[in-house]
């Protein structure tokens, strides 16, 4: 028998991008393991990534073209032919297109996080078609922003030093579920002797190791931020000599700070006025004493109305102790703004006739019921689906539902398996699986480029999103070269080799190897050199001031809370939270049993007292509801929710959760203060015993 092992890369939407290795028996993948020796993630893949070949090999994968033949959502179809699917597709996109070709949508996200089958021959289909564009603002929007501002791009501590810190602060972030490699690092720290600090509503798996954890208000981390500033320079902790050479806007902080007491903040996160306190003097005192403090701050932080300018406030915090002296020291968001990245070579902008109108696909509920008007533009009359299932992860689910419920609305899904998404599809093309193409990785939790080669054959009738997108070139009568392009010229196109950090990068080299680090400096900020306008670190942001925003950190109160809306409180007095489950990949996963089994069922997490107020009992069937709709979920008293505050992991497809509904029910489409992103912590609910 003639075994191979293969080079991959795990594609999914998760900072580690760990480097994989396939083993193939004639034809067929039979192990999945890490790569020991890739430096960041060492050999070890999660629960998930280790049944990839469950999720591979699965009965249920679509592995041939389909035709609705149900109603839009009831998901009955029958198998076509590629050639039949083609042609009907093209045939709908050029009559609409020949009237308004903004009428058509792609919608995508990181189904996978591949350079190649995510952005390239996709891109380029729809420039040349004339499409609308999609603003790709579903999860990272706001606080890329906001850390842009202040820092200038996503570019923070490395994750390879994060074991030498001295202290960690883990905020809104839950690592031992979704950065597994990072956790690792912050483990490795504690055994040498740090103190590991989760900032966070919810006792989640990471909080609860954590030497302390401050169980803040949701939306309330500016404020939280502010109030340290405020103790750091009153008791002088911070450090003159960083701040005067590599920040601006010092005095003005200093006065913003001033209306911070630590009483104020502690009053406005529901948290006691010493865990304030305490916390900015260990920050503080830590540093003074010549140690290496770190924050880890990430998505949780985001999701609420004023989510751009709290990751933008807690920014300031490691210049201001001159934590970015030692490369164990600062602050990381996300590494992905030390890529290189080719972007216009794969999606060629320059194939757009004209500026075409943009979408939010964080609004799409609404965008697919509005009617043409001149401010809208056309009426949307195409969807292209692919690497992602709004149905399912998009807010205010009931409206996406209805939108594309509509049945003069033509849509086309890409997947692996009939998600909540493919049920109210016409046309579903079979997708191939990581394991069946190529692809070329940046990675947003280190500082590795990565090649993915193909180990196996597609599955059934399967087809890469590129080649799709190439077929579908041809029969629209694009000649343009670009088309012809083959998935390893586009993954060789990915890195762009005449930036001094990818100046020793060879494609060829990199897919024999799997990886290879960008060439940067261990400690990025050390000596100034912040790539935002003045090269500092901006307590002060004139960009911030042009924009219509505060140039100065400051707390933006959620649109749902208690202190900000008593009125929808009194309806609805819990703050409902639905980050990521451990053992799913936002929707992924969600349909392989043996990770299904391990979540169970839909749960939601409420204190006792809530529990009690309600008369609900633990186990209890509960149905969580506002104003914009419900879902039911078996309630789990427990202490890790803080009173006041539920939470529903996610995201469940829909069709496997008992009422057909998942959290999205419930969440928003109001976006945040900038970035345009969704607000899906800045909920509020009731909850209330399931009538039998
Ligand atoms: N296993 C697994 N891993 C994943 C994912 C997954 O679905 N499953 N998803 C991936 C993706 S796409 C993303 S974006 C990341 C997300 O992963 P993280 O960046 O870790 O973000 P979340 O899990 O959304 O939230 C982290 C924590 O923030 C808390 N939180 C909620 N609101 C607030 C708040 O207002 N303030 C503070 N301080 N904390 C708050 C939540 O309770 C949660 O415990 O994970 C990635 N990794
Ligand atoms: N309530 C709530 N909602 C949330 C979140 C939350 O925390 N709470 N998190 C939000 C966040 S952070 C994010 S990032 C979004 C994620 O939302 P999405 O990006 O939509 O992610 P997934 O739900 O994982 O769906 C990705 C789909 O892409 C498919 N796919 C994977 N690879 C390929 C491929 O090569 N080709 C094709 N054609 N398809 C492929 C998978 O089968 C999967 O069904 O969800 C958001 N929604
Ligand atoms: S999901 Fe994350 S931790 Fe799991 S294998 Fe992929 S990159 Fe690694
Ligand atoms: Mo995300």
Same mark, same amino acid.
């Given at each position: 028998m003639k075994s191979t092992q293969v080079r991959a890369v795990c594609p999914h939407d998760c900072p580690d991008t760990c480097a994989l290795l396939v083993t193939v028996q004639d034809g067929v993948a039979t192990e999945i393991k890490g790569d020991p020796e890739h430096p960041p993630t060492g050999g070890v893949l999660c629960t998930k990534v280790a049944r990839y070949l469950e999720r591979t090999y699965h009965p249920e994968r679509l592995l041939y073209p389909l035709r609705r033949v149900g109603k839009k959502g009831e998901g009955k179809f029958e198998r076509i032919s590629w050639d039949d699917a083609l042609t009907a597709i093209a045939t709908r996109l050029k009559c609409i297109s020949s009237r308004a070709p903004e009428a058509i949508l792609p919608y995508s996200y990181c189904g996978t996080m591949g350079l190649v089958q995510g952005e390239s021959m996709s891109s380029r289909f729809f420039h040349q078609l004339g499409a609308s564009l999609l603003?790709?603002?579903?999860?990272? !929007?706001? #606080?890329?922003? %906001?850390?842009?501002?202040?820092? $200038?791009?996503?570019?923070?501590?490395?994750?390879?030093?994060?074991?030498?810190?001295?202290?960690?602060?883990? =905020?809104?972030?839950?690592? /031992?579920?979704?950065?597994?490699?990072? =956790?690792?690092?912050?483990?490795?720290?504690?055994?040498?002797?740090?103190?590991?600090?989760?900032?966070?509503?919810?006792?989640?798996?990471?909080? &609860?190791?954590?030497?302390?954890?401050?169980?803040?208000? @949701?939306?309330?981390?500016?404020?939280?931020?502010?109030?340290?500033?405020?103790?750091?320079?009153?008791?002088?902790?911070v450090d003159h000599d960083y701040i005067a050479r590599y920040s601006l806007g010092f005095e003005a902080l200093k006065q913003r700070a001033a209306e911070w007491p630590p009483e104020r903040a502690a009053d406005l996160c529901g948290i006691s006025v010493t865990e304030v306190v305490d916390l900015a003097c260990v920050f503080g005192h830590t540093a003074k004493d010549g140690h290496p403090v770190s924050i880890r701050t990430n998505y949780g932080v985001q999701r609420v109305r004023g989510g751009g300018m709290a990751v933008r406030t807690i920014a300031c915090l490691p210049a201001l102790i001159g934590a970015w002296r030692h490369p164990a020291g600062g602050i990381l968001l996300s590494s992905s703004?030390?890529? +290189?990245?080719?972007?216009?070579?794969?999606?060629?902008?320059?194939?757009?006739?004209?500026?075409?109108?943009?979408?939010?696909?964080?609004? /799409?509920?609404?965008?697919?019921?509005?009617?043409?008007? +001149?401010?809208?533009? +056309?009426?949307?009359?195409a969807v292209i689906v692919y690497n992602s299932n709004p149905l399912a992860i998009a807010p205010d689910s009931a409206k996406v539902a209805r939108g594309f419920a509509r049945e003069d609305l033509f849509t086309v899904v890409l997947e692996h398996f009939q998600t909540d998404t493919v049920d109210y599809a016409d046309i579903v093309l079979p997708a191939t699986t990581q394991l069946e193409h190529v692809d070329a990785h940046a990675a947003y939790g280190h500082l590795y480029m990565m090649a993915n080669n193909a180990a196996i054959a597609p599955m059934g009738e399967a087809k890469a999103n590129t080649e799709v997108f190439r077929l579908l070139a041809e029969r629209m009568g694009f000649d343009n070269p670009c088309f012809k392009e083959s998935d390893e010229a586009l993954a060789a196109q990915a890195f762009n080799a005449r930036d001094a950090r990818a100046i020793h990068l060879d494609w060829e080299?990199?897919?024999?190897?799997? =990886?290879?680090?960008?060439?940067?400096?261990?400690?990025?900020?050390?000596? $100034?050199?912040?790539?935002?306008?003045? #090269?500092?670190?901006?307590?002060?942001?004139?960009?911030?001031?042009?924009?219509?925003?505060?140039?100065?950190?400051?707390? /933006?109160? @959620?649109?749902?809370?208690?202190?900000?809306?008593?009125?929808?409180?009194?309806?609805?007095?819990?703050?409902?939270?639905?980050?990521?489950?451990?053992?799913?990949?936002? !929707?992924?996963?969600?349909?392989?049993?043996?990770?299904? !089994?391990? &979540?169970?069922?839909?749960?939601?997490?409420?204190?006792?007292?809530? %529990?009690?107020?309600?008369?609900?009992?633990? $186990?209890?069937?509960?149905?969580?509801?506002?104003?914009?709709?419900?879902?039911?979920?078996?309630?789990?008293?427990?202490?890790?929710?803080?009173?006041?505050?539920?939470?529903?992991?996610?995201?469940? =497809?829909?069709?496997?959760?008992?009422? #057909?509904?998942?959290?999205?029910?419930?969440? !928003?489409?109001?976006?945040?203060?900038? #970035?345009?992103? @969704?607000?899906?912590?800045?909920?509020?609910?009731?909850?209330?015993?399931?009538?039998?």
């Open positions: 603003d790709r603002t579903i999860c990272a !929007s706001a #606080g890329a922003t %906001g850390y842009r501002y202040t820092i $200038g791009a996503s570019v923070g501590t490395d994750l390879e030093q994060f074991q030498n810190s001295k202290l960690i602060l883990i =905020w809104g972030a839950n690592p /031992i579920a979704s950065n597994l490699h990072f =956790w690792t690092r912050a483990q490795e720290a504690k055994r040498r002797g740090a103190r590991l600090i989760a900032i966070d509503p919810y006792r989640s798996l990471t909080a &609860e190791k954590c030497h302390q954890h401050i169980a803040l208000l @949701p939306g309330t981390d500016a404020a939280l931020a502010l109030g340290m500033m405020h103790v750091l320079i009153a008791e002088d902790l703004g030390s890529f +290189p990245i080719n972007h216009g070579a794969l999606q060629r902008p320059d194939l757009r006739m004209r500026q075409p109108r943009t979408i939010n696909m964080s609004t /799409i509920g609404d965008d697919l019921l509005r009617d043409s008007s +001149p401010a809208f533009g +056309p009426k949307v009359e080299a990199l897919k024999q190897k799997g =990886w290879q680090k960008l060439r940067v400096v261990d400690a990025p900020f050390a000596e $100034g050199g912040f790539p935002t306008a003045s #090269g500092k670190c901006e307590f002060y942001s004139a960009a911030m001031a042009e924009d219509g925003l505060d140039p100065l950190p400051t707390h /933006i109160a @959620p649109y749902e809370s208690l202190a900000s809306n008593p009125m929808l409180a009194a309806k609805y007095p819990l703050a409902m939270l639905s980050p990521p489950a451990r053992n799913f990949l936002n !929707s992924t996963f969600v349909n392989v049993k043996s990770l299904r !089994s391990l &979540e169970g069922e839909p749960q939601l997490d409420m204190h006792p007292d809530d %529990g009690a107020a309600r008369g609900i009992v633990d $186990g209890a069937m509960v149905r969580i509801f506002n104003d914009r709709g419900s879902f039911v979920a078996k309630a789990r008293l427990t202490s890790k929710a803080r009173v006041g505050v539920v939470i529903g992991l996610s995201v469940w =497809w829909k069709k496997l959760a008992r009422d #057909g509904k998942n959290a999205n029910e419930v969440t !928003s489409q109001r976006l945040t203060d900038m #970035g345009r992103a @969704p607000t899906f912590y800045d909920t509020l609910v009731q909850v209330e015993t399931l009538a039998a």
